[in-house]
């Protein structure tokens, strides 16, 4: 079982570039997470799926785009990234909204 | 979402037990108290959740004080590998709430 896979691990953009961070889940979970976290914060959602075909804006949802074609995955786009997407990403899922959530190790991405 | 305030950093001795706190006047009667927390360069780890009564697994125990009004977080023996930033977050169990609202939580240094 292998829970929430992200990936990539560490990537590094250039002011411009577009990327697709990816997450999959082996769960079955309906309830997938994106967040963010600069240097000591705390996380902020930026969008979150209540399954397949259905998403949301959370918090800081600008720059970026989601998607949910399957109960499985929840790539989330950068379209034109920036110096202030500099951050690390976590994804997340949980069967019912209330019920604990599981969150992959994170991508680390700088933008230069 | 009603706030938590936790304390910004503790710290404890090995092997001795940690009480972590956790204030949140505003609660509603369907938040559930979740406890995360976060080691260093990994995605949150779910750590217990309760709605009254105390809660007890195989991480750590739960003690929800009768108004519900604030929490604590037990680790029974602390051992190296407990330093962590420890977040309390509130859940609506109704169904409304779709995401965990994380704070600053808590800096938890172990000392050996």
């Known amino acids: 079982n292998a829970g929430v896979t992200q990936t990539p691990k560490f990537r590094i953009l250039k002011i411009g570039q577009s990327m697709t961070l990816q997450c999959t889940q082996d769960m079955n979970h309906n309830y997938m997470y994106w967040y963010r976290q600069d240097p000591g914060m705390g996380l902020k959602l930026i969008y979150y799926s209540v399954g397949a075909g259905i998403t949301d804006k959370g918090e800081v949802p600008n720059g970026y785009n989601v998607s949910r074609s399957t109960t499985e995955d929840f790539p989330l786009r950068l379209e034109l990234a920036a110096p202030s997407q500099t951050s690390v990403y976590f994804c997340?899922?949980?069967?019912?909204?209330?019920?604990?959530?599981?969150f992959g190790q994170g991508t680390r991405l700088t933008v230069v | 979402d009603a706030k938590t305030t936790q304390p910004n950093s503790m710290e404890s001795n090995e092997e001795e037990p940690v009480h972590l706190p956790c204030n949140h006047s505003t609660i509603s009667g369907t938040d559930y108290i979740h406890w995360y927390r976060q080691l260093p360069s990994q995605g949150p780890e779910y750590v217990i959740h309760g709605l009254t009564s105390n809660v007890n697994n195989r991480m750590a125990s739960l003690a929800i004080a009768e108004d519900r009004k604030s929490s604590t977080l037990i680790l029974h023996r602390a051992t190296l590998r407990d330093a962590a930033v420890y977040y309390c977050?509130?859940?609506?169990?109704?169904?409304?709430?779709?995401?965990?609202?994380f704070g600053s939580g808590t800096q938890l240094t172990v000392l050996p």
């Open positions: 977050i509130l859940r609506d169990g109704s169904g409304s709430a779709r995401q965990l609202t």
């Open positions: 997340a899922s949980s069967y019912e909204g209330w019920w604990e959530s599981f």
